[in-house]
């Protein structure tokens, strides 16, 4: 389902809950965006169909609360799952500590494989650190949006 259909579905919930026609299957709804007397309008959409056609086809079943609840969570688990491998990563690049990438490629000696990897590649390691470190931050901020 669109992000556009989701939104006028939530906005009209009692619209929509109050226009479904007797004999409709239950938990669906006449198509988003129908406002108004949604019963004309579902009726007018009947009478313009080909023959063989059946209109309950083109309703849009309303997710229940509990679905969109434990979708939100496993989301939310995700996006956690998400956030730790990219802090791990940007740990395993430029933590302080001496296992990171480039704490190894800074005590390189003279002369050696990985001092000339430092030589030429640590400005492109700390900017990768620093531009996952604003992709964590951002995700972080979309999981505190989540739990408000």
């Not at 007397?37 to 849009?60: H, P, Q, Y």
């Not at 296992?99 to 492109?124: V, W």
């Amino acid at each position: 389902m669109k992000f556009h259909d989701r939104f006028l579905m939530v906005l009209e919930q009692d619209a929509i809950d109050a226009a479904i026609p007797a004999g409709a299957e239950a938990g669906m709804a006449p198509a988003p965006g129908a406002g108004g007397d949604a019963g004309a309008e579902r009726s007018a959409m009947i009478k313009s169909l080909d023959r063989g056609t059946r209109a309950e086809d083109f309703d849009v079943p309303i997710p229940s609360s509990a679905v969109s609840d434990a979708k939100k969570h496993e989301q939310i688990q995700e996006l956690k799952t998400w956030i730790a491998t990219i802090d791990n990563f940007i740990e395993f690049l430029n933590a302080p500590n001496s296992e990171s990438l480039q704490t190894k490629l800074h005590s390189a000696g003279c002369d050696t494989l990985f001092d000339a990897i430092a030589r030429s590649e640590k400005k492109k390691i700390s900017r990768l650190a620093a531009e996952l470190s604003s992709l964590s931050e951002s995700m972080k901020g979309y999981l505190i949006s989540a739990h408000s």
